[in-house]
Nanobody
Framework: EVQLVESGGGLVQVGGSLRISCTAS????????IGWFRQGPGKEREVVSC????????????FVKGRFTISSEYRKNAAKNTVYLEMNSLRPEDTSVYYC?????????????????WGQGTQVTVSS
C-alpha cells in the first residue's frame, strides 16, 4: 500500500515562496506518478503539477507555469521517494489545501481520478 504524507505548508505573503514536500512510501516498482493537487474553500480539487520520477517527465497546469517547480529524490528500485513543489511568486488565489497523490500513468490532462492513493493535505495560505 502506497502511503503519502505532505509537509511544509504555512502562511506566506503575496509574492513570497514556499516549498512543500510529499514523502511517499510503499512502491513496489519504479512505474508511478506523483501529482500535486489543491482544493480551495468551496472549489473542486484541481491538478497543480505531476512528475514521473523514473524519467522526470512533468506536467504543469497553466496557472502555475513559470512559478512552480516539481522535483523528486528518485532512486531506482527504492520503495520511498520525496517529491517537492517549489512555489514562487505566490498569489492570494494560490491559497488552498495542497494534496499529493500517487498514480500509475502520466496523462496529458491529469485528473484526480487517475490517482489511487492520497495524502491528508497541507494548508498553504497566501496573505495580501
Amino acid at each position: 500500500e502506497v502511503q503519502l504524507v505532505e509537509s511544509g505548508g504555512g502562511l506566506v505573503q503575496v509574492g513570497g515562496s514556499l516549498r512543500i514536500s510529499c514523502t511517499a512510501s510503499g512502491f513496489t516498482s519504479d512505474d508511478y506518478v506523483i501529482g500535486w493537487f489543491r482544493q480551495g474553500p468551496g472549489k473542486e480539487r484541481e491538478v497543480v503539477s505531476c512528475i514521473r520520477p523514473k524519467d522526470r517527465s512533468t506536467y504543469y497546469s497553466d496557472f502555475v507555469k513559470g512559478r512552480f517547480t516539481i522535483s523528486s529524490e528518485y532512486r531506482k528500485n527504492a520503495a520511498k521517494n520525496t517529491v517537492y513543489l517549489e512555489m514562487n511568486s505566490l498569489r492570494p488565489e494560490d491559497t488552498s489545501v495542497y494534496y499529493c497523490a500517487a498514480g500509475l500513468d502520466l496523462y496529458s490532462d491529469p485528473r484526480p481520478g487517475d490517482f489511487r492513493s492520497w495524502g491528508q493535505g497541507t494548508q498553504v495560505t497566501v496573505s495580501s
